[in-house]
């Protein structure tokens, strides 16, 4: 027995010197209380210590299933199923002027940058946290009242510092700013015309996508009357990833109704529809009044991905006011970009 014992172990040293790889720099993370720590890459080999969750340590090499650490001034072997490998050293990212804020309620928040780790708690949409470190596709965050991991999906692609998440580069995109020179288009409460309101919104939107590295066009970028024929036109002559047409509502029959909805002609448009007015509403808190189809010309024959957003009723003076401010106006452009951002990334 005794033989037999040695010349196993000796066999897996061999094989142990043969075939482990350097590995570059990676750190293990223990996903498991009392887990073993081993003399050698096997359950043969004799325990020289535990580890237990969320330690971390340097991994040397791997061999199979089994893990090379660094532990206490030697080495130790650990099986890879108890454990969660963080890439490359490098891509820790230490973060702490970044600031991020939840997409969805019920967010889970865990122990560690994996989803062997335990839910430690859960955040609301809208809560706000620092990021203390990145790991991979996790963000280590923090609050007063709790630490610890979120998916980076499910944080809000815009953080308040601009730090946007979302690359335009190869899009083209053409806004729509509805109405124009003697087509005034509807009025507001208080006088105020649809098309200039509209144009407000073209332009911050064209700056912000812009910065996102869009090649933006608008096609009616000063006051004046553009058929309807042209608008479309300009999206069909042109490699359109997206035309968005913007309008404001008017209902003055009844002045307390609020909200916003988006329309799509072509069925293949529903998605981007949907993804824009879900958006739209999540940064606005408008009433949602969803979206559906709408039989205007500049999505009817529009062959490129279009919508036509109707973005608040005017009608009601409450509404009215706040198109006028400047931080409204950029909730609805926040809105829409993520919105065209999450339509990208899917399609
Ligand atoms: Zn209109």
Not at 158 to 175: C, E, N, P, S, W
Not at 208 to 225: H, I, M, Q, W, Y
Not at 312 to 331: A, D, P, R
């Amino acid at each position: 027995m005794q033989i037999k014992k040695s010349y196993l172990l000796y066999i897996s040293l061999f094989i142990f010197f043969l075939f482990s790889q350097q590995v570059k720099a990676e750190n293990a993370i223990i996903t498991t209380d009392n887990v073993n720590i081993r003399s050698g890459p096997g359950t043969e080999f004799e325990p020289i210590g535990q580890a237990n969750t969320n330690e971390e340590y340097h991994i040397k090499s791997t061999q199979g299933n089994w893990v090379e650490i660094e532990f206490e001034n030697q080495t130790g072997w650990i099986i890879s199923d108890y454990i969660s490998i963080l890439e490359n050293d490098p891509e820790i990212n230490e973060n702490t002027d970044k600031t991020i804020t939840i997409r969805y309620d019920n967010t889970q928040l865990r122990s560690g940058p994996s989803t062997k780790f335990e839910i430690i708690s859960f955040a609301e949409s809208g809560d706000t946290f620092d990021v203390v470190s990145e790991a991979g596709d996790w963000y280590e965050i923090t609050n007063d009242e709790v630490t610890g991991y979120v998916l980076k999906q499910l944080i809000d692609p815009i953080d308040q510092y601009g730090g946007l998440r979302f690359d335009f580069t190869d899009k083209t995109i053409v806004i729509d700013a509805g109405h124009g020179g003697h087509d005034v288009g509807a009025i507001g409460a208080s006088g105020s015309y649809e098309k200039d309101i509209a144009s407000v919104t073209a332009k911050e939107l064209e700056k912000k996508l812009t910065s996102l590295g869009a090649n933006v066009l608008l096609t009616r970028p000063e006051d004046e009357f553009i058929s309807l024929k042209s608008r479309a036109t300009y999206s069909n002559v042109l490699d359109t990833d997206a035309f968005i047409s913007i309008h404001y509502n008017s209902f003055p029959e009844q002045p307390n109704v609020t909200g916003i909805e988006t329309y799509y002609y072509h069925e293949q448009n529903k998605e981007l529809a949907h993804y824009i007015q879900q958006e739209i509403i999540k940064e606005t808190n408008a009433r949602d009044r969803g979206t559906s189809v709408g039989d205007y010309y500049v999505i009817r024959q529009n062959f490129q991905p279009s919508v036509l957003l109707e973005l608040g009723f005017i009608s009601n003076k409450g509404v009215e006011q706040l198109l006028h401010t400047n931080t409204y106006q950029q909730q609805l452009v926040t809105g829409i970009v993520n919105g065209l951002g999450i339509y990208f990334s899917n399609y």
